[in-house]
């Protein structure tokens, strides 16, 4: 895989430098931010980037993301990846690369939101969607003291994530055949799951909003008589 990596990224330099941008649009990515996207192709690769500064986001730290998405050569195995991440922090005058991932994504779509209660916002980049589009997301927790990213292992498995603040849960909303509600909590740099599953079945009578209560109530109790 570090080896693909390399390959991918030396490609896209290679190309950069050596072909004409075909294509220039804009973009807006987590509401009003606006970013540049770039498609350039050649005869064997075809990719784009997207350029996001994220100083409106993070009080001037200088933090630029770059997303470069390439279409992989299948070769009839499954595509781990086809979207470089990188995030860059400008210093002295120019940019140096502080983190980088290979991602999976099907479209652009970068979110802010704060998912470990220190009031810095993390960074979630889209994975993928099902057939009710239920969303999935990369989850990376900020570190911006020390410019640092760590990524949240098994969170692009979590559909419509959200973070309960004053409980400091995750928990989503998931349109399904019954609609259902889960729970998580990050630890360390991992998603647990306390497997209980809330159903909604949108009726007047739904007991969904009280099951809910009593599930926060449940998890509350477990952390209480774990400690």
Known sequence: MRIWYIFILTTLWFVSCNSQTQKTTFSH????????TENRKDKNTEFETTEIL????YNDKGYKIILTKFD????????NFNTIFELYKLVNGQYDLIYSDSIFNTVLEVKYADYNNDNIKDILLQNNSDVRSNWTYYLYL???????????????????????TKYNLIYNYVN??????????IRKDSIIDYNI???????ENSTYKQEYRNAIKRILNDKKTTR
């Open 176 to 185: 399904s055949g019954t609609n259902w509600t889960s729970f998580y909590e």
């Open 29 to 36: 990515v987590d509401s009003l931010k606006l970013t540049q």
């Open 142 to 164: 900020v570190d911006s003291k020390n410019d640092k990213l760590k990524k949240i292992k098994g969170f692009e498995n979590i559909k419509n994530p959200k973070f309960q």
């Open 54 to 57: 994220c100083d409106s986001i």
């Open 72 to 79: 992989p050569k299948n070769d009839g195995e499954e595509v």
């Open 197 to 203: 599953v809330v159903y909604d079945d949108l009726t």
